[in-house]
């Protein structure tokens, strides 16, 4: 991590009071901004932030421009690192989220190959499959109720740097100060673009849609997580994520659309096609489609710079080939959390060249790299050499070993 552009970054402020902070942080510096620390994002990463600053006694702000429950482009799969992430703030959060009324959860799952190998593999932790709509909203409330905060319900319309932190301007015409930002507000959001001047090249960035298939589609979905790494989608794949209703989520990735390529028609046609890979098969929902940008992460980038965290999405921290956001969301949430407060106590951490990455993208590098790695060159076989990534998962369905290194993933 030696050597990620962090720039300088001053400070003034008086010394308060002692607060108890997360991990026995404490002896925080408060100065004269509106907030300590400012959440742009009411997701899982934000949510998650929000949930680790329990018990600091900072003043947070929270800007979130929907009004929830809100629906969201996603697969709905809720990945056990996450689980473990929430089940680590607050025991028993995760039991209180397998509740909801759409929530179902998953031990095991397949994998297809482009040209009809298949395995299926358990997951050493187990996930749930839950409507977006009902998480976020969950996870959002669940955190407001542990820790105190003001919560602006406004889009972020620009930021300003300040000698202390930053201003943020709300497109309602509020604006606030705040010592540390944590950015959470997904691929598309304005964070990313006013903080590093970057915007996604098109190498960074894969395509995904999404629906619903009714109850009764049936096909390897319907009872537990399915990927298909189909050979006209390569490099890209296909899912089929079952709920507790019966319905199941169905979408399809792309890591760039070929000319005259269209997902939506692509999956509605896959759907739509008898086959014997055990394809759910049924007509999608045609009021419940959505698209999403998906960065695809941890490149070698700069995930943090002068007072502030890139979180989840904002930050590229999507998994390579499944296209999973919400587990590296929920540990971004939490290291993010834990590296402001201990900038905020820590004289010269937000100030240092390397102070936030050491405490921030250095942890997130060494949990997620090993396993983008891997994905990284899983998503090149399916460009390059299908026929080996069809070999691999035909060779996992009699390899206990494999199974486990693909359910890793």
Not at 101 to 127: E, I
Not at 128 to 156: F, S
Not at 159 to 173: W, Y
Not at 262 to 288: F, G, I, V, Y
Request: aromatic share 6%; hydrophobic share 45%.
């Amino acid at each position: 991590m030696n050597g990620l552009p962090v720039g300088m970054f001053g400070r003034k402020g008086h010394l308060a009071s002692q607060h108890r902070a997360p991990n026995h942080l404490c002896y925080v510096e408060m100065g004269a901004a509106d907030f300590d620390i400012a959440i742009v994002g009411g997701g899982p990463a934000g949510a998650t932030c929000l949930l680790a600053l329990a018990g600091s006694g900072l003043r947070v702000l929270v800007v979130e421009k929907a009004v929830f429950p809100r629906p969201k482009a996603c697969g709905d799969a809720v990945p056990g690192l996450a689980l473990r992430v929430w089940e680590g703030l607050a025991p028993g959060l995760p039991a209180r989220l397998a509740q909801l009324p759409s929530a179902r959860s998953l031990a095991d799952g397949y994998v297809c190959g482009p040209f009809g190998g298949r395995c299926r593999v358990q997951f050493v932790h187990p996930g749930l499959v839950v409507r977006r709509a009902e998480l976020d909203a969950a996870l959002l409330a669940y955190a407001q109720a542990q820790t105190p905060c003001t919560l602006a319900t406004a889009a972020l319309k620009s930021l300003e740097p300040l000698p202390d932190g930053f201003a943020l301007h709300l497109a309602d015409g509020r604006s606030f100060t705040t010592r540390r930002l944590a950015a959470a507000d997904g691929a598309t959001g304005p964070c990313r673009k006013l903080l590093t001047g970057l915007a996604w090249q098109a190498a960074e960035v894969s395509l995904a849609v999404r629906t619903y298939l009714p109850a009764g589609a049936g096909g390897a979905g319907a009872d537990a997580l399915a990927l298909w790494f189909d050979k006209a989608l390569l490099p890209g794949y296909l899912w089929a994520f079952p709920l507790a209703d019966g319905t199941q989520n169905v979408g399809a990735g792309v890591l760039r659309l070929r000319p005259g390529q269209n997902l939506k028609q692509a999956l509605a046609q896959w759907t739509a096609r008898p086959a014997d890979d055990e394809r759910p098969q049924a007509e999608p929902d045609a009021s419940a489609w959505l698209g999403q940008k998906l960065p695809l992460g941890l490149a070698g980038r700069s995930i943090s710079g002068p007072g502030y965290c890139l979180l989840g999405d904002a930050g590229g921290l999507v998994a390579p080939a499944t296209g999973d956001g919400i587990g590296q969301a929920a540990l971004s949430g939490q290291l993010a959390a834990q590296a402001l407060v201990a900038s905020l106590r820590q004289r010269g951490l937000a100030e240092t060249p390397q102070g936030l990455a050491q405490a921030y993208d250095a942890p997130l590098y060494r949990r997620l790299g090993p396993s983008f790695t891997a994905q990284r060159r899983m998503v090149a076989l399916g460009r390059h050499a299908p026929w080996l990534l069809e070999g691999i998962i035909r060779l996992a369905s009699r390899s206990e070993a494999l199974r486990q290194r693909l359910a890793s993933l």
